[in-house]
């Protein structure tokens, strides 16, 4: 059996879903291949450049940035999960003007991201909000810094479902990133220079991971009880809710880029990071079969 190391690089349904569903599924094992499932969260490049990684937008902005010779093998979705929660009386991203958000960091992806997402709101996120960063995590101390009025509205990802969320403290979604950026995130990649992606073990979880999005549209029932792992907050209702609103929809069947979305998404980001581009979305975005 081949053997490999699949680092994640954030929390949550967004980042870990399909790779959970292989895991629990047994759909590595089917496949002939051990699957090592690493929290590559803090790790630094030289280290997650050394296995698989589930992040691709951690990967493009690498390979922007350094040059890191990242290519994307599947892609899972092409909507970032994550949302930005505010105080009552906050009903959208124009409303955050003045306001006090917390953020992922500039350098990060999903900060890169929103820093994408206020920009097209018409906002600059250096002057016309109040960005607080903190790292990621289980976003539990934004909630509570919300509630007590330290902050007006947060990003926040997949270890939560937003909606639910809003609904009981009163709250507001202002926007889901997704329908604002578009951009082929989270799946597999591989830097080429230490794994050639035609490795075996590599192809395997390749084949584990197109399994476990066919079960994500084929099986809801099995979809959905796998997450409520990761929503434990949550009842069932609201994670079948959560699944038919943001999951079923916006998951890839097949695995496949949308080099399209992916062209204009590479531009945006090199253009926020101030690099240039050196390659096309089909030179990163190796997904077809």
């Known amino acids: 059996m081949h053997t490999i190391d ?46 698989a990684t589930i992040g691709l937008g951690r990967a493009l902005l690498s ?5 890191t010779p990242w290519v994307g093998l599947n892609v899972n979705t092409h909507r970032p999960l994550f949302w930005f929660l505010a105080r009552p009386g906050l009903a959208s991203l124009a409303d955050l003007a003045g306001r006090r958000l917390a953020v992922h960091a500039p350098h990060t992806a999903p900060g890169c991201f929103t820093r994408i ?3 097209g709101a018409g906002l600059d996120p250096d002057r016309d909000v109040r960005a607080e960063v903190r790292a990621p995590g289980d976003y539990g101390m934004d909630l509570r810094r919300l509630r007590n009025g330290e902050l007006d509205a947060a990003l926040v990802g997949s270890t939560m479902a937003p909606e639910a969320v809003a609904a009981e403290y009163g709250w507001r979604v202002a926007a889901w990133m997704g329908d604002h950026f578009r951009i082929p995130t989270v799946g597999l990649a591989v830097d080429t220079t230490y794994t050639d992606p035609d490795d075996p073990a590599v192809q395997a979880v390749l084949r584990a991971h197109r399994r476990a999005l066919k079960v994500i549209h084929e099986d ?7 997450m409520r792992t990761f929503l434990g907050g949550h009842t069932a209702e609201e994670v079948r809710a959560h699944y038919d609103t943001f999951i079923a929809p916006y998951f890839t069947v097949d695995g496949q880029a949308d080099l399209a979305i992916a062209e204009t998404a590479i531009a945006s980001v090199a253009a926020e990071l101030g690099v240039p581009v050196s390659f096309t979305a089909d030179e990163f975005f190796r997904t077809t079969p």
């Open 220 to 226: 809801p029932d099995t979809t959905v009880q796998h």
């Open 6 to 51: 699949l680092a994640y690089v954030g929390r949550g349904l967004h980042e870990e879903l399909a790779a959970y569903i292989a895991d629990q599924e047994d759909l590595y094992a089917d496949e002939g291949v051990r699957v090592v499932l690493r929290d590559g969260c803090t790790w630094d490049e030289e280290r997650l450049r050394r296995g």
């Open 117 to 119: 997402v206020l920009r």
């Open 63 to 67: 390979r922007l940035t350094d040059g």
